[in-house]
C-alpha cells in the first residue's frame, strides 16, 4: 500500500490525468444541486447560493440558482448567456468575445473534472486513492495568472468540491452533490 501511494504521488502529470479519468463515471449526462459559498475579501459573511445543475457532454452546462433568488445561466461552447425569470440579463458569444470559449472550455472540464484538458491552462499536482482523488491546479499563462492563484478539485465517481482562490483574495467553494439518476437522459435547456 505504501509502494502504491509513493507510485501515485512520484506520478507524471499524463499517469495522474487518466488516473483521475479512470475513476470518473463517464456518463452523457451529469446533473445535481450545488451550494456555492464566495468569501469576498473585507467581507466578514460569505456571499452564499444554491440550486440545480446540468452537464451535458458535447452541449453545455446549464446552473440553475434558486437562492438567494432565481436566476439561470447556460453555458455552450460558444456562447454563455444569464437569465433572471424571462428577462435575459446578458449573452456574450465567441465571435465578438473571443474570451468566451476559454471560459467556456475551462468550465466544462472543471464540472467534469476533464485534467487532461485542464493541463493545457494549468499544471496539475494531486493523488489518488481508492477512496477518491484530489487536485491542485496553478495556472500557467500570465492571463489566469491575474485571476487565479490555484485551482483545487475533489472527488471520487464525479467532482465534488471545485475551490477557486483568486489573486484579489476572495475565494470561491462550489460543492456539488450529483443525482443518483445524474446520467439518464439529455440535459434540461440543450433541445434544439
Request: charged share 25%; proline share 5%.
Amino acid at each position: 500500500m505504501t509502494g502504491a501511494l509513493l507510485l501515485l504521488l512520484l506520478s507524471t502529470p499524463g499517469d495522474l490525468a487518466a488516473q483521475v479519468k479512470a475513476k470518473l463515471n463517464d456518463a452523457p449526462v451529469q446533473r445535481g444541486t450545488f451550494e456555492q459559498s464566495k468569501q469576498v475579501k473585507g467581507f466578514k459573511r460569505p456571499l452564499k447560493s444554491s440550486g440545480t445543475y446540468v452537464v451535458t457532454k458535447g452541449e453545455g452546462v446549464q446552473w440553475n440558482t434558486l437562492k438567494p433568488f432565481p436566476s439561470e445561466l447556460s453555458v455552450k461552447a460558444d456562447e454563455i448567456s444569464s437569465k433572471q425569470g424571462a428577462t435575459e440579463v446578458f449573452r456574450l458569444d465567441a465571435k465578438s468575445e473571443p474570451t468566451v470559449r476559454l471560459i467556456t472550455q475551462l468550465l466544462f472540464s472543471l464540472l467534469a473534472g476533464d485534467l487532461g484538458s485542464l493541463e493545457n491552462h494549468f499544471t496539475a499536482t494531486g493523488t489518488v486513492k481508492p477512496e477518491g482523488w484530489s487536485i491542485e491546479l496553478q495556472p500557467k499563462s500570465d492571463a489566469l495568472k491575474k485571476v487565479f492563484t490555484t485551482i483545487s478539485l475533489q472527488g471520487d465517481r464525479a467532482v465534488h468540491t471545485v475551490l477557486l482562490k483568486e489573486q484579489s483574495g476572495d475565494s470561491t467553494t462550489i460543492t456539488l452533490s450529483p443525482s443518483p439518476r445524474g446520467g439518464e437522459g439529455r440535459g434540461e435547456g440543450f433541445q434544439e
